[in-house]
């Protein structure tokens, strides 16, 4: 055989990337593994594998399998953080709010990058570190639906924060069951019918003369 036909069969070498580009391919190819597999059920070898990198070029980015989790989760909490506050300050009608942020939940669980199984449903839910971004998430997501709730009525702050809590807390509820229940209602129809229910509810409490 030539040496060009021993060139030829030899794999090429991968581009080199720049730093941030090979930490969004090894994020991606992190969630695929975890969203299969599961926390404890992934292995750095698998998410080399699946980003097509070598061992040591996985860990030159992220030293260990729980480093990388959170990174992932810490991610994925961040871009739906922004979608809901996105929603929430697109417009000064707060019916269109209620009907944005319900849509805004139900369009992230309904992607195709499974973010939402890392997001609500990780089996290390209950460690410490988990424990307390998720808080984090939900306190900042509560809170901003309780400064406008406060604003526009009469009620006091702790008592806007608690209804900021249970509006969150029914859109993420109704939108995984909505997910997980593999029906055949749409998206549109489905997070109408929350921001309906949610509507007539938080509509009825008088507004701040």
């Avoid at 069969?9 to 969203?35: G, I, K, Y």
């Avoid at 300050?89 to 019916?95: A, F, I, L, Q, V």
């Avoid at 209620?98 to 669980?109: D, L, N, P, Q």
């Amino acid at each position: 055989m030539s040496t060009d036909s021993h060139k030829a069969n030899r794999r090429a070498p991968l581009a080199r990337l720049p730093r941030d580009e090979r930490r969004v391919q090894l994020l991606s190819a992190a969630l695929e593994v975890f969203a299969a597999n599961g926390y404890h059920g992934a292995a750095m070898d698998e998410i080399a594998e699946a980003a097509q990198v070598s061992k040591p070029v996985l860990y030159q980015h992220f030293s260990s399998k729980r480093e990388l989790y959170l990174a992932l989760l810490d991610s994925h909490l961040s871009a739906l953080t922004a979608r809901l506050l996105d929603a929430l300050s697109s417009t000064t009608d707060n019916k269109q709010r209620v009907r944005a942020t319900m849509k805004a939940y139900f369009e992230f669980m309904a992607a195709d990058d499974q973010a939402h199984r890392l997001v609500f449903e990780s089996d290390l839910v209950n460690d410490p570190q988990v424990a307390s971004r998720l808080e984090l998430f939900n306190a900042s997501y509560a809170d901003a639906i309780a400064e406008v709730i406060a604003e526009d009525t009469k009620l006091p702050h702790v008592e806007a924060v608690l209804l900021g809590r249970a509006l969150a807390g029914m859109a993420q509820v109704s939108a995984r069951y909505w997910l997980e229940a593999n029906g055949n209602l749409d998206l549109n129809v489905a997070s109408d019918l929350i921001y309906r229910l949610a509507w007539r509810g938080i509509s009825r409490f008088p507004k701040e003369s």
